[in-house]
């Protein structure tokens, strides 16, 4: 039978985020707002004007903005200008047009005034009025007197000149409308590039004319079109983003020594990686004939991409295959190069002009540092806030990226904290601190496919938007969280299905059986994290990613907000009442649900390693039941009882099936307090 | 906070649908089955050959085939035959191509051979392939051993040869996509006839080359290109599917006059019609220009179209126009035509021979038939089996229609018990009866726009699908909803968006506010039934169809299986205990529902209607726990209480915001099960 859906007891205790709010929906928060008086009422004589410069893609984007209010409030609205001698209820008005090819630092800015019977939007070139657009459509609400915009005047531009989305395809292939959406989604809060990562030891993305074996031998038939490549550009260029292509190198390059070994440091033959990890094959820095394919690859690629940065990779390089070639060791003698970084660095001082020539400036993760290079490389940290503040230091520019890692299945409150300009980097100069450009979320792709990557990227990675928009000051974690919801909502109906795809993944687990029972589990766990999958067992990149790890979301919106009602309960001055009845409405669903689940545990070689947790969940429900009798009794529960409690904790909190139980500290914390501790 | 998801305690109670069950969820259900002993193991071994006749289409069918495998199990899969030397898991083999141009009546048998080490698909032409596809991957289940079909002996053939869905696309415009998902969806259950409504009083959709003020004037701008046209036939033949055109005539024609008022009855001007129902304009069939016009039309459209059916409507024509022309008055004078029929008929007899001369058959409604047309028209009977019976005896052929209007929001089961060849049909000879060629559900697009139309096709089609393709004897109607069940999720699967469509229009419903209890009570309403909506209030084509009435299911599957509950819990001969249970928990999660739906009603002006439906649901809950504590407890309920809650009754189930509350006929049951009746 279909799920039964008992919504929300939540709403009657007011520690959590519910329904009753004064803030507006916006993701990335503006820089600077006033509320007005009133509201602007969008029905079906809503018109947008487009005023001043006028250029196709900002008809499109008009096209587009119209199809999404269409969506939002569910009126059919026309796209046709207003009537002659008749006022807008948008208003558009840009002066000029932006660069050709976007570039780094360019104005997005914009002013948006909504008052009780129009708004205006103004902005320097079409990169602001984009911007600004996205903010209308988050303006836009019901009420009892229908959908409306608040009466507003904001002025809005971003903290940071470069806020990026890094997405893998190599590991995993991910095909164009992946692509698309996810520029889609950065679109809707505002992120300016997106980083594509086309080359690693498990293929090679990009159709290179020169070079077909790339794609014959390194690409498993896996590959973007330089067609699609130039639509994709486009497409994000519509969208006000930029696109920097990475190629990795020296390492992280098997895919492309598959079909040109003879550029390895040792003679081969290569076979495309189908491991994760950092491997041995490394391109041999001390033959010319290296850069004489690399100035031919890189005029052909460069030529792909307008963008002015071009990303060299340029991590994890482990040097075992230098170390083992004899005329290796030899060159770096003769060059006085002492180790591998230092060979590393010879080799960044060659290909930096060979990127250079072809109209390139550089970008590289932290190791392509070295002293010598020149000042406009970017540096993306994955190393953290230190390397970059001594990247600044020594005048080169830099982005984080250290904190920002979606793969590694952290929370969004977590990226939330993470700050460019905090930590190593607080104690910077005002020049040093101009070099921190900002910052770029990263998804690598060893544990996600074309099915469930959107929902690993999504909604959290809006959370790092904002960080990297917003006034420093914006840090209200609660606030964060419950407007993470409304872009979710957003980006659902920007077809990235991350709901959808959950939910579709749940389904083929459950099969024939409900759905509910897995669902209500799949509620309150999440991934293991950091890079505990690796060592749960062997991946390859034929595993199928087909598991509840896999279909679980990211974060457990039930485990956080259980935590808040277990301190509303605890700690709360008003409505401990209802916050206990609530944790104890949970508690019961928890205790009933394994007796729910079982039959379709053991139906399923899918499911049955979710036994323990499932056990377990309901034990916690049973757990906390009592413990929850012993607090409103006032009776103190026995020594032996509270022992027996506390290690079981210790063992519900343990991975199991690669999932964690999030709800195991409230609980505990039930315990505690029924203990009087 | 989100939904808490109570999963289900529908499992412990054996009368309703659950997890275990014997059956496969084949939809429709094939002609024979054997079963056979073990399975066929799905995994990463999974290899595809195509042996014997090959061409281009069945090669993409192979492709997407393979795709479906790989989203179904979540295994990546190769699309690579098997290796020289070794055994594909699935060898399809055929012998020869099918019809360049789909034929009515093609062979469309199969066989699907599966042993536990491998299976056989074999077919007379690719039409049979791409039925027998279908069919195994419907068998693909999970179980504990792994991903597997079972080893089973299918010999199928449909039981009819026109088995069609009509989309209209001229009361809401649907775009390209929303066409090409409604041809997967029939693809998968087998479906062979999409017949496009293509024109009418409120839109002419395809283009014209030769008459482009249809387009500049009768369109809006929605318009399918000629090259749109050409795709869409291509990916309809790509899965087996006849693209049958329709062309409205000579009434629900106003969009065509709207291009060409001197085709019309009376001088005009006209414009594209903003509401529903019947019009007046009709084109005058009295004068030899209209069918000058009509030739020069129907000459591009057949062009476009390959099929050799072209449909002219030919339906609801009110006549008043040609009332009013005093000259048709006397063209009918002058002719000895009667009345209104015979002056269509005399269309209709200027009309076929034109699209005869353009090589194609005339298919059209009921009105098109008349006495003295030659006998290979086919008649589509709205009126139902009445009015095919009578064709047949006269010589005609027909499809049904009657019991199959989609949008008349009618149960799965309701049209599942329709069948062609049942009421006054049944009565034909053999040869009559072999006139009746199947049927054609209809999708008129009065209320569905682009964002509903899939999730009110889907999934009830596929039981019309099950009706028009299975044995008569095929009639189990809980089997049928187990099994549409498992239909609804390979849709999704597809990409229809049906649950996820449903979802996000609640969303915007909800807007900030949990969507738990809204979809609590949206579980348990349906739209109005048959065209209640008309009567309700004003619709136009520029009514938002944003209300809980347009984004809630067609049937209330809650509703349906609580009724099985009651039945079960009063009736049952085991499990009444545990039947007793889950219905007491329904009845307490809809008593606590309206608390909590109420923030939200009186929040939003789309809600608000439903605060009297959310208080009867609430209420529903409170008196059915009544009758349960009486049922229990033995004791009779005082009378008034018996009449006041029959009173009850009639008022709840009355509709509201055009929405019934389905839950009424089982509560009141235990009303009067408690009151001993």
């Not at 129009?118 to 009420?143: C, I, K, S």
């Not at 290909?351 to 993306?380: C, F, M, N, R, S």
């Not at 929850?628 to 519900?652: C, H, M, N, T, V």
Request: with cysteine.
């Amino acid at each position: 039978m279909k799920i039964l859906t008992l919504g929300s007891w939540i709403m009657i205790c007011a520690v959590v985020p519910g329904a009753a709010r004064a803030e507006l929906n916006l993701m990335p928060q503006p820089a600077q707002i006033t509320a007005g008086q009133g509201k602007l009422k969008i029905d079906q004589s809503f018109r947008l004007a487009l005023t001043g410069y006028h250029e196709p893609r900002l008809e499109r984007a008009c096209a587009r903005f119209v199809s999404r209010l269409e969506h939002l409030t569910g009126i059919p609205l026309s796209a046709e200008p207003p009537a002659v001698g008749s006022e807008a209820t948008l208003e558009i008005a840009t002066t000029a047009g932006s660069s050709p090819v976007q570039k780094l630092g360019e104005d997005e800015s914009y002013r948006l005034e909504v008052t009780s019977t129009r708004a205006r939007l103004t902005a320097a070139n079409p990169l602001g009025v984009l911007r600004g657009m996205e903010t209308f459509l988050q303006l836009v609400e019901a009420d009892k007197d229908g959908f409306s915009a608040p009466a507003i005047d904001i002025n809005d531009r971003p903290r940071f000149a470069w806020r990026g989305t890094m997405l893998d395809v190599s590991r995993h292939w991910m095909p164009v409308p992946v692509v698309e959406r996810t520029i889609d989604a950065m679109a809707a809060v505002k992120l300016n590039v997106f980083h594509w990562h086309l080359s690693d030891d498990q293929g090679f993305r990009v159709e290179s004319k020169r070079f077909p074996k790339l794609l014959e031998l390194g690409s498993d038939g896996h590959f973007y079109t330089q067609q699609q490549i130039h639509e994709v550009i486009e497409y994000a260029r519509d969208r006000g983003i930029r696109v920097v292509p990475e190629f990795d190198m020296p390492g992280h390059a098997t895919a492309l020594l598959v079909a040109h070994p003879e550029l390895a440091s040792l003679p081969g033959p290569y076979s495309i990686e189908r491991h994760w990890g950092i491997f041995d094959p490394a391109i041999d820095p001390t033959r010319d004939e290296t850069y004489q394919f690399l100035d031919g690859l890189i005029a052909e690629m460069t030529s792909l991409f307008p963008d002015e940065y071009f990303h060299i990779g340029g991590d994890e390089v482990n040097g075992k295959q230098w170390g083992a070639n004899p005329r290796i060791q030899s060159f770096m003698r003769q060059h006085g190069v002492k180790d591998n970084a230092g060979l590393q660095a010879h080799f960044n001082s060659r290909l930096q002009p060979i990127v250079t020539g072809h109209g390139k400036k550089v970008i590289g993760w932290d190791e392509v540092l070295a002293p010598g290079l020149p000042k406009d490389i970017v540096v993306q940290s994955w190393r953290g806030q230190k390397s970059l503040a001594e990247a600044a230091r020594l005048g080169y520019m830099g982005i984080l990226s250290a904190g920002y890692y979606l793969d590694l299945m952290h929370s969004a409150s977590y990226h939330y904290s993470v700050d460019p300009l905090e930590g190593e980097t607080a104690g910077l100069n005002d020049s040093e601190r101009s070099r921190i450009l900002g910052g770029e979320a990263a998804m690598w792709a060893e544990y996600v496919t074309p099915e469930n990557v959107e929902m690993r990227i999504w909604p959290r990675n809006a959370a790092i938007a904002e960080r990297l928009w917003s006034p420093q000051t914006v840090k209200d974690t609660a606030s964060m969280y419950r407007r993470l919801a409304a872009v979710r909502r957003e980006l659902d109906r920007l077809d990235l299905g991350i709901s959808a795809s959950h939910e579709l993944m749940l389904e083929r687990l459950a099969g024939n059986h409900p759905v509910g029972p897995l669902s209500a589990l799949s509620d309150v766990v999440e991934p293991v994290k950091e890079y505990a999958r690796e060592e749960a067992r062997l991946y390859t990149s034929f595993t199928p990613l087909n598991r509840l790890v896999d279909a679980t979301r990211p974060e457990s919106d039930v485990a956080r907000e259980f935590a808040l009602l277990v301190d509303g309960m605890l700690t709360g001055t008003t409505d401990r009442q209802n916050c206990r009845a609530e944790v104890r409405h949970w508690l019961e669903h928890w205790r009933a649900n394994h007796a729910l689940l079982e039959p379709s545990l053991q139906g399923s070689f899918l499911l049955e390693e979710l036994t323990p947790l499932s056990k377990d969940l309901s034990a916690l429900g049973t757990v906390g039941l009592e413990a929850l009798d012993y607090f409103e009794s006032g009776r103190k529960p026995p020594g032996a009882w509270i022992q027996q409690q506390l290690a079981f904790f210790e063992a519900a909190g343990k991975p199991r099936a690669e999932l964690l139980l999030m709800i195991v500290p409230s609980v505990q914390k039930l315990v505690e307090a029924a203990a009087g501790r």
